[in-house]
Nanobody, 126 residues
Framework: VQLQASGGGLVETGNSLRLSCAISGGAPSAVGWFRQAPGKEREFVAALTWSLRNTYFADSVKGRFTISRDNARNTVSLQMNSLKPEDTALYYC??????????????????????WGQGTQVTVSS
């Protein structure tokens, strides 16, 4: 599975952005979004399981971000509303290997994901 993230940009606080993760080479069992700010570790943002469409969110983005899947376009989108300066980071989409089940106990762990797209930069100005 190959993934390519896009849609990042520079926005003001309170505005919205929609990131897209284009998927090729097969259907993943799940797709996760992670982000990494300068000097910080990569952190989990949101995840979607492919078959059951379970969704998971980091506490810091609950109520502001949503994750969805577009079957026709084979993409997973991350809709980010009410953006804050602390959301500034390089955002990545990722997929686990086909044998790896993503569930409530592991969705937030980067090591569960094997295929990573290139990052897309999100910058939120104050």
């Amino acid at each position: 599975v190959q993934l390519q993230a896009s849609g990042g940009g520079l926005v003001e606080t309170g505005n919205s952005l929609r990131l897209s993760c284009a998927i090729s080479g097969g259907a993943p069992s799940a797709v996760g979004w992670f982000r990494q700010a300068p000097g910080k570790e990569r952190e989990f943002v949101a995840a979607l399981t492919w078959s059951l469409r379970n969704t998971y969110f980091a506490d810091s983005v609950k109520g502001r971000f949503t994750i969805s899947r577009d079957n026709a376009r084979n993409t997973v989108s991350l809709q980010m509303n009410s953006l804050k300066p602390e959301d500034t980071a390089l955002y990545y989409c990722a997929a686990p290997p086909s044998y790896q089940k993503i569930y409530s106990g592991n969705y937030y762990l980067p090591q569960m994901y094997r295929s990573w797209g290139q990052g897309t930069q999100v910058t939120v100005s104050s």
